[in-house]
C-alpha cells in the first residue's frame, strides 16, 4: 500500500502480485480537497466508481460531472482534471489497468481474453453510466482482501473479486449512458429549485412522494447521489455564487437562502467550495 491516510488509500497491485493492473485507489473526503491538476496515465485505463457525492472531471473540452452510484471510464493517455472546481465531498474510488499485454495478463487469464476485456471496456471509456449497488459491496471487499498479507487463498479471492467487479462494469457500460430521471426524481427537483430560499425539510419532501420520512432518506440517496440536507445546501451555494456577484451584502445573500445566520452560511459556503463569500467574491473580481 501507498499514500494511506485516513481519507485516501492507494495499493500499488503490481506489487502485490496482480500483473496488467496499476493502482487501485478510495478516498472519502468530508471535505473540499485542492484541484485535481491536469494529468495522464500512459497507456493505462481508469475507472472511477463514485459512491456519494459528486466529482467533477474535465476531459478535453468535455466537463463531466459525477454523482453518486455513477461510473466513469477514463481513455489511456487522456489528459484530465477536476477543472476549475475542487476535489468534492463525497466518496470514490478508483482501478487502473495497463493496455500493454507486456505488463502481463488479467487473472493469469490467456492473453486473448484478458486483452479482450479491456478493449470492450475502452470502447465505452469518456462517458458516464450508471453502477449497480452491489459494486460499492465488492469495492470494499476489494480494500480488505488488499490490506492483509497476500497468500496464495488471499490472492485467488482478490482476483474473484476484480474478474466480478470489471465484468459488471463491462455489462453496466452496455447500457444507455443517458440517465433518464424518474418523475419523483423531478418533483423533488422542482421543488427545491423553487423553495431554495428558506429552510426545506426533510419530512415535507417524503410528503411530496408519498414516502415515510425513513424510507425517503434512503431512496434520496440512492437517487441524488447524498443526503437530503447535503443535496439542498450544495444548490443553496451554487446559488449563492451567483447572488455574491450582484448583492453587496453577504448576509443578506446567507438570509434570502434560508441560513439561520451569516456565519453558518460562511461555514458551510467553505465547506462545500474550499473558500469563504468574501473570499470568492475577491477572486471573482481579481479574475
Request: hydrophobic letters at 35%; one cysteine or more; aromatic letters at 10%.
Amino acid at each position: 500500500m501507498q499514500n494511506q491516510t485516513k481519507k485516501r488509500r492507494v495499493f500499488h497491485l503490481p506489487s502485490l502480485g496482480y500483473p496488467r493492473f496499476v493502482d487501485f485507489g478510495h478516498y472519502h473526503y468530508r471535505k473540499v480537497e485542492p484541484i485535481l491538476e491536469s494529468h495522464q496515465h500512459r497507456d493505462v485505463l481508469e475507472i472511477c466508481f463514485c459512491i456519494r457525492g459528486q466529482q467533477y472531471y474535465e476531459l478535453g473540452e468535455s466537463l463531466l460531472k459525477l454523482k453518486g452510484n455513477d461510473i466513469l471510464i477514463i481513455p489511456p493517455n487522456q489528459a484530465h482534471s477536476s477543472g476549475v472546481y475542487p476535489e468534492d465531498i463525497g466518496e470514490l474510488y478508483w482501478l487502473q489497468i495497463h493496455m500493454d499485454h507486456s505488463k502481463g495478463s488479467l487473472f493469469h487469464l490467456p492473453k486473448e481474453q484478458s486483452d479482450y476485456l479491456i478493449a470492450a471496456l475502452g470502447k465505452n471509456a469518456g462517458h458516464i453510466f450508471k453502477g449497480a449497488l452491489g459494486q460499492k459491496n465488492l469495492l470494499q471487499k476489494l480494500v480488505s482482501q488488499l490490506e492483509v498479507e497476500q497468500s496464495t487463498l488471499v490472492q485467488l479471492t482478490t482476483n474473484q473479486i476484480l474478474v466480478q467487479l470489471l465484468l459488471e462494469t463491462l455489462a453496466l457500460s452496455k447500457a444507455t449512458p443517458t440517465i433518464v430521471p424518474s418523475e419523483r426524481c423531478k418533483v423533488i427537483d422542482d421543488f427545491i429549485a423553487t423553495n431554495l430560499h428558506r429552510i426545506i425539510y426533510v419530512d415535507e419532501l417524503a410528503e411530496l412522494v408519498n414516502f415515510s420520512t425513513a424510507y425517503f432518506k434512503s431512496w434520496f440517496k440512492q437517487h441524488f447521489g447524498a443526503p437530503p440536507k447535503a443535496y439542498i445546501n450544495r444548490l443553496k451555494i451554487e446559488r449563492a455564487k451567483l447572488e455574491l456577484l450582484k448583492t453587496n451584502s453577504i448576509t443578506d445573500v446567507a438570509y434570502n437562502l434560508g441560513f439561520s445566520t451569516s456565519q453558518y452560511f460562511a461555514t458551510t459556503f467553505k465547506k462545500y467550495t474550499g473558500i469563504s463569500p468574501k473570499g470568492f467574491r475577491a477572486q471573482i473580481e481579481k479574475a
